[in-house]
């Protein structure tokens, strides 16, 4: 069983990150099921039956939003010179598609965590996305948006008198100074004069496991520990990442309102289907009479006959009904008792209002229905993907460098290949492109900004191409130029020979006039 933080307040907010993590990841029918029995009670969440997870807010509106590493980013270094290097270490590594994940992790948790690590089989770093709840720790002194101390949670193999087990572990990477105070579990306290350290400690924290583990602790402490940066300062190979700006390590409850709003809407959507396959259709009825043949639906006994008889019709069958007594035998039907089309709008417009906990608004948003009993497929403008993105990219940029230092300590710790460098880098994220609307619209108004000198060619090059640079945008757009000069370019080969002349010397005497005698 996966071990808990020792904090109270730490385990609280593992438990909110982790029931986020189950929702994105599909995970989530067990929640969904407890929300309906708090909402509905045991016997009618019984009722409605299973779950219905087929609407999933909190996922659609993260994955709208998680476009920015659909293409990897342009990493360029700062003085000009190439990044070819480091760009071949993160293509080996997977870092542009596991960001994709981490960033749908980051937008609907608040938080995400990366992790870098060698590889001896394969020879290069390797990256993973560490789940948030699987993790705690103390943040950075110099930055508290990072870890400063943390804890995974792994599961490992753990070798002792020779017989080998998986067991869950705590995975510790400590890089304070060793005078600092140790805020943690004794066993810390033990351990805090060989920081900065890595350990493997039992998932109690009150044994060391790592030499069971198959690692050398006297390689991986004080003087001896192996990540450093180019200053000699320990690094630990984790970064955090977080979808709002703030202080500290963890936004567990920010947009709590989507959470709940997730469960509402399965709810909402589980009771419509319920209504949908059981209430939207007339109930027939028989009044001083009884099917013949009919099965008794319910408890029968005391003398009690069933108060409903259930009866399987068909359209090549005639339904017998037998009078119970003299009287009139009557046959008709209840209208239905649900309006589904009512109950769908209130479903879609409730979702809807979820949206706006994201920074979108009711027009960024539009919900397509299939059909009344089916969940909703959401559909976010590109003009308000590319509003946020340029938010994330602030947020996500400062974590991405310092996963690209960490990835490159880890490369020239272990690699007998040239060093790459740590520092110096530059990332342009590529931006969600123009719809055909969007473009035919921006394409009207810089006609009538060039014909007036409001806007550079640049400048227009820019707009109709978001997340370019300025410097790009010169370079693409000289290129274009160039190429439609060397198509306006007269051609340079020989002229083809024209017809002679009247003046011709060379014209034969007989076409012209006759020679006099």
């Given at each position: 069983?996966?071990?808990?933080?020792?904090?109270?307040?730490?385990?609280?907010?593992?438990?909110?990150?982790?029931?986020r993590?189950?929702?994105?990841?599909?995970?989530?029918?067990?929640?969904?099921?407890?929300?309906?029995?708090?909402?509905?009670?045991?016997?009618?969440?019984?009722?409605?039956?299973?779950p219905?997870?087929?609407?999933?807010?909190?996922?659609?509106?993260?994955?709208?939003?998680?476009?920015?590493?659909?293409?990897?980013?342009?990493i360029?270094?700062?003085?000009?010179?190439?990044?070819e290097?480091?760009?071949?270490?993160?293509?080996?590594?997977?870092?542009?598609?596991?960001?994709?994940?981490?960033?749908?992790?980051?937008?609907g948790?608040?938080?995400?965590?990366?992790?870098?690590?060698?590889?001896?089989?394969?020879?290069?770093?390797?990256?993973?996305?560490?789940p948030?709840?699987?993790?705690?720790?103390?943040?950075?002194?110099?930055?508290?948006?990072?870890?400063?101390?943390?804890?995974?949670?792994?599961?490992?193999?753990?070798?002792?008198?020779?017989?080998?087990?998986?067991?869950?572990?705590?995975?510790?990477?400590?890089?304070?100074?060793?005078?600092?105070?140790?805020?943690?579990?004794?066993l810390?306290?033990?351990?805090s004069?060989?920081?900065?350290?890595?350990?493997?400690?039992?998932?109690?924290?009150?044994?060391?496991?790592?030499?069971?583990?198959?690692?050398?602790?006297?390689?991986w402490?004080?003087?001896?520990?192996?990540?450093?940066d180019n200053?000699?300062?320990?690094?630990?190979?984790?970064?955090?990442?977080?979808?709002?700006?703030?202080?500290?390590?963890?936004?567990?409850?920010?947009?709590?309102?989507?959470?709940?709003?997730?469960?509402?809407?399965?709810?909402?959507?589980?009771?419509?289907?319920?209504?949908?396959?059981?209430?939207?259709?007339?109930?027939?009825?028989?009044?001083?009479?009884?099917?013949?043949?009919?099965?008794?639906?319910?408890?029968?006994?005391?003398?009690?006959?069933?108060?409903?008889?259930?009866?399987?019709?068909?359209?090549?069958?005639?339904t017998?009904?037998?009078?119970?007594?003299?009287g009139?035998v009557k046959?008709?039907?209840?209208?239905?008792?649900?309006?589904?089309d009512?109950?769908?709008?209130?479903?879609?417009n409730?979702?809807?209002?979820?949206?706006?906990?994201?920074?979108?608004?009711?027009?960024?948003?539009?919900?397509?229905?299939?059909?009344?009993?089916?969940?909703?497929?959401?559909?976010?403008?590109?003009?308000?993907?590319?509003?946020?993105?340029?938010?994330y990219?602030?947020?996500?940029?400062?974590?991405?460098?310092?996963?690209?230092?960490?990835?490159?300590?880890?490369t020239?710790?272990?690699?007998?290949?040239?060093?790459?460098?740590?520092?110096?880098?530059?990332?342009?994220?590529?931006?969600?492109?123009?719809?055909?609307?969007?473009?035919?619209?921006?394409?009207?108004?810089?006609?009538?900004?060039?014909?007036?000198?409001?806007?550079?060619?640049?400048k227009?090059?820019?707009?109709?191409?978001?997340?370019?640079?300025?410097?790009?945008a010169?370079?693409?757009?000289?290129?274009?130029?160039?190429?439609?000069?060397?198509?306006?370019?007269?051609?340079?080969?020989?002229?083809?020979?024209?017809?002679p002349?009247?003046?011709?010397?060379?014209?034969?005497?007989?076409d012209?006039?006759?020679?006099?005698?």
């Amino acid at each position: 069983m996966i071990p808990t933080p020792p904090d109270i307040n730490e385990q609280r907010r593992a438990r909110e990150h982790g029931k986020r993590r189950a929702i994105l990841e599909g995970a989530w029918s067990d929640l969904l099921g407890q929300h309906l029995r708090s909402q509905l009670g045991e016997k009618r969440a019984a009722m409605v039956g299973i779950p219905d997870i087929s609407s999933n807010q909190l996922k659609q509106l993260s994955s709208a939003l998680a476009v920015m590493y659909d293409r990897a980013p342009a990493i360029t270094r700062e003085d000009g010179s190439t990044a070819e290097d480091m760009v071949g270490v993160l293509d080996n590594a997977r870092m542009w598609l596991l960001a994709q994940r981490n960033q749908l992790y980051t937008i609907g948790i608040n938080d995400s965590v990366m992790a870098c690590a060698w590889s001896e089989a394969a020879r290069h770093a390797k990256v993973r996305v560490v789940p948030p709840d699987h993790v705690w720790g103390i943040p950075d002194a110099a930055d508290d948006g990072q870890f400063g101390v943390i804890f995974e949670a792994r599961e490992r193999p753990i070798t002792i008198d020779g017989r080998q087990r998986t067991e869950w572990v705590w995975d510790v990477w400590d890089m304070r100074e060793p005078e600092e105070p140790v805020r943690a579990p004794n066993l810390m306290e033990s351990l805090s004069a060989q920081r900065p350290f890595f350990r493997v400690l039992s998932s109690n924290l009150r044994s060391d496991l790592t030499i069971f583990a198959g690692i050398d602790p006297d390689e991986w402490s004080g003087s001896a520990y192996k990540y450093r940066d180019n200053g000699g300062m320990p690094q630990h190979p984790y970064t955090a990442y977080h979808a709002l700006p703030r202080t500290g390590l963890w936004s567990a409850t920010e947009n709590s309102e989507v959470v709940f709003g997730t469960l509402q809407d399965g709810l909402n959507w589980t009771n419509t289907n319920h209504a949908f396959m059981r209430a939207s259709w007339d109930a027939r009825y028989v009044a001083g009479g009884k099917i013949v043949g009919g099965k008794p639906v319910g408890p029968v006994g005391d003398g009690m006959p069933a108060q409903t008889l259930q009866h399987m019709s068909d359209p090549t069958v005639i339904t017998r009904i037998q009078a119970d007594g003299d009287g009139e035998v009557k046959v008709g039907a209840w209208s239905a008792s649900v309006d589904i089309d009512k109950a769908e709008r209130f479903s879609r417009n409730y979702g809807c209002r979820l949206a706006v906990h994201f920074g979108l608004t009711p027009s960024d948003v539009t919900f397509d229905v299939t059909s009344p009993a089916s969940g909703v497929s959401l559909t976010v403008s590109r003009k308000a993907v590319r509003r946020l993105q340029a938010k994330y990219a602030q947020l996500f940029r400062s974590s991405d460098l310092l996963m690209l230092k960490k990835i490159a300590i880890i490369t020239n710790t272990h690699s007998d290949g040239p060093a790459v460098p740590q520092d110096g880098y530059l990332i342009e994220y590529s931006s969600v492109e123009l719809s055909e609307e969007e473009r035919t619209e921006i394409l009207g108004n810089i006609a009538e900004e060039m014909k007036l000198g409001l806007v550079s060619r640049v400048k227009a090059y820019m707009r109709l191409n978001p997340g370019i640079s300025e410097d790009q945008a010169r370079v693409e757009l000289l290129d274009i130029l160039q190429e439609i000069a060397d198509e306006n370019q007269p051609s340079r080969e020989p002229s083809p020979p024209q017809p002679p002349g009247d003046d011709d010397e060379s014209a034969d005497p007989e076409d012209g006039a006759e020679t006099a005698e």
